[in-house]
């Protein structure tokens, strides 16, 4: 599983999509990103997404919680990865998928 800089690295430092200053911008190779951003509004927001499946979004109050959860939502995402059901999947495999979702966003 390959998390990458996302464009090459040329989002950081940009403008996010919470307003914010882009500090970590990664991107995994089978369909999925993390963004980091510092705030004006709120310290720090984390944006994420499923390609075609979910977008999220975190604000967190300290640099630390905002690292720490940064790390812990790739690997999160990696477990959504993981069971990404394929086109045509049975109704029981895509419902697991869609609940991991649900827990993911109730836990972040």
């Known amino acids: 599983m390959a998390w990458v800089s996302f464009d090459g690295g040329s989002t950081i430092g940009h403008q996010g999509s919470e307003s914010g200053i882009i500090l970590l911008d990664e991107e995994h190779s089978d369909g999925a990103r993390v963004t980091l951003e510092r705030c004006d509004r709120v310290p720090f927001a984390i944006t994420c997404g499923l390609y075609g499946n979910m977008a999220h979004t975190v604000f967190i109050g300290s640099e630390r919680e905002a690292l720490d959860t940064f790390h812990a939502i790739k690997t999160?995402?990696?477990?959504?990865?993981?069971?990404?059901?394929?086109?045509?999947?049975?109704?029981?495999?895509?419902?697991?998928?869609?609940?991991?979702?649900?827990?993911f966003v109730e836990r972040f």
Request: proline content about 7%; hydrophobic content about 45%; aromatic content about 10%.
């Open 76 to 103: 999160n995402l990696e477990a959504l990865i993981a069971i990404w059901p394929e086109n045509n999947a049975p109704a029981d495999q895509t419902s697991r998928f869609y609940d991991a979702i649900s827990d």
